[in-house]
């Protein structure tokens, strides 16, 4: 029987368009081989948002969102909208989404793939085999506690607040994602906190250390913060999946992107308890490339393979994108943030293009 689904799309900004025009292409394709009838839905955010109606996610789109079954996003946000107040920036938009959709939890894979070992600034013996989980929570945390905000002392001077803090239920249900996702990997979970310093942290190692008796078969270990930056670095490969909180997932994850060489490759999903979840690039919209077809859509064509398998439970479908990434890659097929000598110099589009003669071959 065709599966049926309704997805939005959200291009957003930047070269944003062009990465998804071809995730659209590929999943029409797979979308033959495998009996799917996708129903594509555009709908504006981020700075082309702001341009149209003046708010970086309008309430048309969170509702389109909500009522679809999985949501694609490109990437948002660019210099022509960096000085709007905080309300009407891009990245709000992003949060908006996020919380909107009560996505809590964000899976953000590095996988170095053998093809691009050479692209990673760190040597071959350091990266190679690396395959790390983040797992980053993505709804709390120092991102969206109260108070926040810049407020006036009593002695007239400005002072800018944010405030770092988790309850147990919100610690509890991305830690049982992590020990879930472990489960299904590698069976080692690593906890990342700063608890020699910070509450809420002590509050974070206790429940995980608690939760971790319902998960005898996950090893689990946990690390200061810095220390798993600085381990990161070290020796990738002691790590399978890490758990943390929003702020320091933000910066880890970038940091273990990069340990792939090019942060052009990667995809993420981002989920909630139930409806659909958002799936997008862990890269930005590049606007110094943006309309000039020199984009990398592979993170995009990746991400739609993470919206079919966590989103929508097509793990064929999934595996049969991911296939046809590494494919183009063997075959020598590089766009410019990828490129090394003796490969083949494509542009965005005609990434695309091959990438669709890898799935019909
Ligand atoms: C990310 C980004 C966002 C974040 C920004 C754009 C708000 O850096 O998805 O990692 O900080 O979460
Ligand atoms: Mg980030």
């Known amino acids: 029987m065709t599966q049926h689904y309704r997805i939005t799309l959200l291009p957003g900004d930047g070269i944003g368009p062009e990465i998804m025009a071809v995730a659209v ?24 948002a702001i341009d149209a109606t003046g708010e970086p996610l309008p309430a048309e789109t969170l509702e389109t969102c909500r009522n679809s079954d999985a949501v694609l996003l490109a990437a948002i946000g660019g210099y022509k909208w960096d000085n709007l107040p905080r309300h009407q920036r891009p990245e709000t938009g992003l949060l908006g989404l996020r919380a909107g959709l009560d996505l809590f939890a964000n899976l953000r894979p590095a996988k170095i793939l053998p093809q691009l070992i050479d692209a990673s600034s760190l040597k071959r013996e ?43 239920s919100e610690i509890d249900r991305i830690g049982r994602v992590a020990f879930e996702t472990a489960r299904k990997r590698g069976g080692k979970l690593c906890s990342v906190d700063k608890s020699n310093v910070l509450e809420v942290s002590q509050l974070w190692r206790d429940r995980i250390t608690e939760l ?5 078969d996950i090893e689990l270990s946990h690390l200061y913060v810095d220390n798993a930056a600085m381990q990161l670095l ?21 940091a273990a992107a990069m340990l792939t060489g090019s942060i052009g490759m990667l995809p993420s999903a981002s989920l909630g308890a139930s409806g659909p979840g958002v799936f997008e690039p862990v890269h930005g919209s590049a606007p110094d490339i943006a309309g000039l077809d020199k984009a990398n859509p592979l993170a995009q064509v990746l991400s739609a393979a993470m919206m079919l398998r966590y989103g929508l439970d097509q793990p064929a479908a999934a595996d049969k ?41």
């Open 234 to 254: 070290r020796w990738p490969k002691q790590f399978d999946t890490i758990v943390t909180g929003n702020l320091f997932g933000d910066i880890l994850s970038d």
């Open 321 to 361: 994108i991911e296939q046809a990434v590494l494919k183009v890659l063997d075959k020598g097929d590089r766009t410019g943030d990828l490129m090394s000598a003796g490969m083949n110099l494509l542009g965005c589009r005609a990434m695309g293009d091959s990438l669709i003669k890898a799935l019909e071959d």
């Open 126 to 168: 350091v990266v190679e085999g690396v395959d790390i989980m983040v797992v980053r929570e993505l709804t709390g945390g120092i991102y969206f506690g109260k108070p926040r905000g810049i407020f006036e002392t009593e002695t007239g001077e400005k002072r800018g607040v944010n405030t770092m803090a988790y309850t147990v």
């Open 212 to 216: 971790s008796k319902e998960y005898q």
């Open 25 to 48: 292409d590929v999943l029409q394709v797979i979308a033959k081989q495998f009996d799917i009838q996708f129903e594509f839905k555009e709908c504006l955010m981020g700075g082309a």
